[in-house]
């Protein structure tokens, strides 16, 4: 019993789900006040980074992700397609360095990529990297090297979520345990690529399943230097389709909580926005939030248009930052 409740004490520093919910208790100008000062003290203010997505292999995937459109035990809107054409991806990636992405992220529905797999992504990073975008991919768990071959191509970031709290993974995912991901993450972050890993919020969740990913991600040592906060975008045909909707403004304390425990993170305001209304995605940018996905469609579900999210960032007085990187990074490395 004892060796239980010791391994729930957070070691010194690290965050106790207690203290996130007392975070979500306080009265929202007060969770508002404090992230945005932590967001000053740590980010250029009034900027937003935006990473354009490409899904480069859809559907067909054996996994049983209960939120997912691409998922093969379920029959949904999307038609699976093999891995894309290196030409189209380059394409892609032409129109969304010419429409202002800083970062393009391509991702595969794969559980795990084989080595020959391995070997086509990596020609598609070299070529990402060589127009001069930031990299990032999301293709599964990875084994022991391939990290090391994706870095060695010039991978930037890799993606690999933890969705929600432990306790409640097996009720969204059974083909997979919350150890594999974070052991695919140890092995990222042991390659020396930078680790993007969030999650998604509103699949029916309480407050302390939220605390409790939010928790696993800001005790990670280091956390994440992108941190992607989803709101569950709700597909026909998945388990979650019918999902009550979460109050807009516990998805906004999300992000504030969120800012708070990773202050040099950089957090993103990732799927949902489509259906968002522009208040709730200021109140985001409010909260901490610094990142978007830019460009009309996700991996196979729709996001705002890129003139609509012109015209918000106008509205709001928000910019690219002038560079991809934390302002104490950034101090830092012209000490
Ligand atoms: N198959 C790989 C994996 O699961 O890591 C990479 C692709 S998977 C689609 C990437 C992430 O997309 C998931 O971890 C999940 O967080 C997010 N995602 C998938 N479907 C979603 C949905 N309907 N709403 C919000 N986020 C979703
Ligand atoms: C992340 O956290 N969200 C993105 C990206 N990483 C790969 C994916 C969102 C997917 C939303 C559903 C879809 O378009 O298929
Ligand atoms: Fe497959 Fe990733 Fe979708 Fe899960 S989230 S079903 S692993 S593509």
Redesign the pocket.
Known sequence: MQSIAVSRQPRPGRWAISDILALYALPMNDLLLRAQTIHRDHHEPNTVQRSS?LSIKTGACPEDCAY???SSRYTTPVQAQPLMPMAQVIEAARKAKAGGAQRF?M?AAWRSPTERQLDDVIEMVQAVKAMGLETCV?LGMLKPGQPERLKDAGLDYY?H?LDTAREHYADIITTRRYDDRLQTLERVRDAGIKVCC?GIVGMGESRAIRAGLVAELANLDPYPESV?I?HL?KVAGTPLADTEDLDPLEFVRTIAVARITMPKAVVRL??GRETMHDSTQALCFMAGANSI?YGDQ????GNPQTEADALLFERLGLRAPAADQPQAAREAATC
Request: aromatic share 4%; charged share 0%.
């Open positions: 997505l997912c459109p691409q992220c991702g999301t993606n979520n969030g992607p989803n975008v990732s799927a996905f996700l991996l196979t579900t």
